[in-house]
C-alpha cells in the first residue's frame, strides 16, 4: 500500500507511528514540512519520500501555527490584526496597501501563486526571506490608492476623486459614462495608472492627460453602450437591457436563436471571441460587426451538458455535421463509422469521450481540447499516471490512498 499527499504545509509533529507502518511507501510533497525530534526520528524510521521547498523544526511547546489559505483576492492594510506565527497562502492576487509593511512584517511566511500587487516601496524588497511569489509582481506609485483590478469609472468618480491624488487599476480602466466630467477630473490633476484604458472619442482630450504614459489607448465611439461582461449570450433581452449600439469586452455566443437580436442592433464591438452559429454570420457581416476572433458553428450544436450521446442516425440526419462543445461526458455508439466521424462530427472542451477502439483514431482527427479519448476509465487513467499499467488499477491506484490539502497534519 502507498500513501500520497500533496499540500502546501504538512504537520508531522503530532504523527503517530502506528497509523503508517502498513504503507510500504508513503510520499510527500510539499512547500514547508514541520518537525519537531520525535517527529524526525519516526520519519526516518518509515518509509518516508519526503519533497519540501522547506524543513522547519518547531516543538509543539511554541505557540500553534495558524495557516491561512486564500483562493482569490488577500488584502494587506496598515494596521491589520495578525495573529502570531501566520502562515500565509495564496492563489490569486495579494494586494498590499501603502503603510502596511509593519502588518506584512507579522505574517511568518507568505506564498504566492499568482499576482502581488504593492507599493513601489515594497516591490524593491519582494520577494524577502519570509515571502516566496510564484508568477508576477506589480508596483504602483505610494501615494496612489489602489481602486479595483479593472475599474469602471462612472460619472460620480470626478466628484469623489481627490484633489492631486493618483489611482491604479492593475488591469485597466473603463470609460463607462459619456457624462463623466474628464475636465474636472483635469483640473484636479488628478492621475490615472493602468495597462489599458478604455476611452470615449469624447473625453480623449481631457483623459489622455491624466494617464500613464504606457497604458495602451482603445477608443470607444461615443455612442456604444460599454458592457463589460465575459460569456455574453447575444439575445432579444440582451439588446433591450443594454441598447442597439454596443461595445463587449468579454466573450460572446451568438445562436440560431440570436437572429432577431442581430436584426434590432446597429453597430456591435466585441473585444473578445464571438462564436456564431452559421446562419447568423450574414447578419453579422451586414452590420458590419467587428471582434477578435470569429468561429463559425455550422450544423447541429450540443453544448454545455454533462452527459450526452452521438448515434448513428443522428450524424445521418444532420449532413451539414454536428458540434459538440463543453460535454463532461460524451458517449459515441459504436456502430458509427470512422468515415463518417471523420465526415461530420466536431468535439471541443469534453472532458471525456467514450468510443470503441477503432474509432479512437478519428474520435481524435475531430476533437480539441479533450481529456480522454476511449474505452479507458478514470480509474485506469491514474493508475497510469502514478507510474502503473492501465490494465492494472488495482495495483496501482486501488492501491494507492491520495491525500490533496492545504495543510494536513500527519
Given amino acids: 500500500m502507498r500513501l500520497k499527499i500533496t499540500c502546501d504545509t ?12 502498513e504503507y510500504d511507501e508513503i510520499l510527500i510533497s510539499t512547500d514547508e514540512m514541520l518537525v519537531d525530534e520525535r517527529s524526525k526520528n519516526i520519519l526516518h524510521r518509515l518509509p518516508f519520500s519526503i519533497s519540501a521547498d522547506a524543513v522547519r523544526s518547531q516543538e509543539l511547546d511554541e505557540a500553534a501555527k495558524n495557516v491561512q489559505s486564500v483562493n482569490g483576492v488577500f488584502e494587506i492594510v496598515p494596521g491589520m490584526a495578525v495573529k502570531e506565527n501566520t502562515t500565509l497562502s495564496i492563489n490569486g492576487f495579494l494586494k498590499i496597501a501603502p503603510g502596511a509593511e509593519e502588518a506584512l512584517n507579522k505574517f511568518e511566511k507568505i506564498s504566492i501563486n499568482g499576482v502581488v500587487l504593492c507599493p513601489k516601496s515594497i516591490a524593491g524588497r519582494l520577494p524577502m526571506d519570509k515571502i516566496n511569489v510564484n508568477g508576477m ?31 491604479f487599476a492593475a488591469s485597466c480602466i473603463y470609460d463607462m459614462d459619456l457624462n463623466t466630467d474628464f475636465a474636472m477630473l483635469f483640473d484636479k490633476k488628478v492621475k490615472l495608472f ?53 461595445y463587449i469586452i468579454g466573450d460572446v455566443l451568438v445562436k440560431r436563436e440570436s437572429l432577431s437580436a442581430l436584426d434590432r442592433i446597429k453597430a456591435l464591438v466585441v ?23 470569429l468561429i463559425v458553428m455550422r450544423g447541429h450544436q450540443i453544448v454545455d451538458q454533462a452527459f450526452a450521446t452521438i448515434d448513428r442516425e443522428t450524424l445521418e440526419n444532420h449532413p451539414e455535421g454536428v458540434n459538440v462543445r463543453d460535454v463532461a461526458m460524451l458517449d459515441v455508439n459504436a456502430d458509427i463509422p470512422p468515415a463518417l466521424i471523420r465526415e461530420r462530427l466536431k468535439i471541443s472542451d469534453c472532458a471525456k ?20 479519448i476511449g474505452s479507458s476509465t478514470l480509474r485506469s487513467v491514474f493508475g497510469t499516471l502514478f507510474g502503473g499499467s492501465s490494465n492494472d488499477a488495482e495495483g496501482v491506484y486501488g492501491n494507492t490512498k491520495f491525500v490533496n490539502a492545504d495543510y494536513y497534519e500527519l
Avoid at 505610494?142 to 466628484?159: E, G, K, Q
Fill in 271 to 293: 473585444d473578445g471571441e464571438v462564436r456564431i452559429a452559421g446562419e447568423c454570420v450574414d447578419k453579422f457581416n451586414e452590420i458590419n460587426a467587428t471582434c477578435d476572433r
Fill in 10 to 21: 504538512c504537520d508531522a509533529r503530532k504523527m503517530n507511528e502506528d497509523n503508517y507502518t
Fill in 137 to 167: 509582481t506589480k508596483a504602483y506609485p505610494d501615494d496612489y490608492v489602489l481602486l479595483d483590478n479593472r475599474y469602471s469609472l462612472d460619472n460620480y468618480f470626478p466628484m469623489r476623486a481627490q484633489e492631486n491624488k493618483g489611482y
Fill in 353 to 372: 469521450v467514450k468510443c470503441s477502439e477503432q474509432q479512437k483514431a478519428a474520435i481524435s482527427e475531430v476533437s480539441t481540447d479533450v481529456a480522454l
Fill in 194 to 246: 493602468t495597462d489599458k484604458i478604455y476611452i470615449r472619442k469624447a473625453h480623449l482630450e481631457k483623459a489622455l492627460p491624466l494617464v500613464n504614459i504606457e497604458a495602451k489607448i482603445v477608443e470607444i465611439p461615443d455612442e456604444c453602450a460599454i458592457v463589460v461582461k465575459d460569456g455574453c449570450v447575444l439575445a432579444d433581452s440582451f439588446v433591450s437591457s443594454y441598447g442597439d449600439n454596443l
